[in-house]
């Protein structure tokens, strides 16, 4: 997001670029034109962002080893 100048701000940069040639002109009305286009967002792959699972086993299979592979290191002093 850009933040706005005032009229007397844009009078001032105008005094300066009218006396720019015709070809620098055009390059600006270009860039400054560009710089006003909507940002087109592009369709997001989920499966980019994140990885898939991908596993031969079944889900009964990664839960077991999922279970096997907790720890419990809470020591509880009484």
């Known amino acids: 997001m850009?933040?706005?100048i005032s009229?007397?701000?844009i009078e001032k940069y105008f005094s300066f670029f009218k006396n720019l040639d015709?070809?620098?002109k055009k390059k600006l009305i270009t860039k400054l034109t560009?710089?006003?286009k909507p940002v087109r967002d592009k369709p997001v792959?989920?499966?980019k962002l994140f990885g898939a699972w991908e596993d031969s086993r079944d889900s009964d299979a990664i839960i077991k080893e999922i279970r096997e592979s907790r720890v419990?290191?809470?020591n509880i002093e009484l």
């Open 2 to 4: 850009g933040y706005a």
């Open 7 to 9: 009229n007397k701000a």
């Open 22 to 24: 015709v070809g620098t």
């Open 34 to 36: 560009e710089s006003i």
């Open 45 to 47: 792959d989920l499966k």
């Open 72 to 74: 419990n290191s809470r």
